[in-house]
């Protein structure tokens, strides 16, 4: 009987010593987030921009502050801002770019070549305009964007000097360009 529990007790203390870990392997699991988009615009130029820390870098327009643009065609607002956009490109032509990103149609889809073309040439819009799923992309990556318009002004040193949701005035975003300009 003692050689019974002799027994019982080595196999439950070597159980104890050896069971099984509740705690489940854990594995690092690194899901690789992309920072760096290259965009066609509708001009068939190319722009890069790339999310590095807390800088958005655009080196085609280097040098340059950026109001980077998240719109649709659908969106009243984003067609009533159409006319102040074009007036800051012109009254800063060569310090001050503007880029148009289309968040699509309603339906999450986006707008053909051809629509989006015609939507160019109605409204008269002078700045360059991409049109890509990775728009949605950019969207998440540089400020969670939730509803538009939002623009995204961006010093030269590519900073975010600014962020601006719905319409804003015209004259409220020549203050902030002039400071992100260093004026």
């Not at 870098?57 to 659908?74: C, D, H, M, S, Y």
Request: proline share 4%; hydrophobic share 40%.
């Amino acid at each position: 009987m003692q050689f019974k529990i002799l027994a019982f007790f080595i196999i439950s203390l070597s159980l104890l010593l050896t069971g099984c870990d509740s705690k489940k392997e854990e594995k690092e699991i690194v899901k690789e987030v992309q920072t760096k988009f290259t965009l066609k615009a509708q001009d068939q130029s190319s722009l890069t921009i790339e999310k590095k820390e807390e800088k958005v870098l655009i080196p085609e327009l280097k040098g340059k502050a950026v109001l980077l643009n998240f719109w649709a065609t659908w969106c009243p607002p984003c067609r009533a801002e159409i006319p102040h956009l074009n007036n800051l490109r012109k009254k800063y032509e060569g310090q001050l770019e503007i880029v148009g990103l289309n968040l699509g149609k309603k339906d999450g889809t986006l707008l053909t070549d051809q629509e989006l073309n015609r939507f160019i040439e109605e409204y008269e819009i002078s700045y360059l305009i991409t049109n890509t799923q990775d728009n949605f992309k950019i969207a998440d990556q540089i400020g969670s964007v939730k509803s538009i318009p939002t623009l995204f002004l961006i010093d030269p040193e590519g900073n975010i000097a600014q962020r601006y949701v719905g319409v804003v005035p015209e004259e409220m975003m020549e203050v902030d360009i002039e400071n992100a300009l260093g004026k």
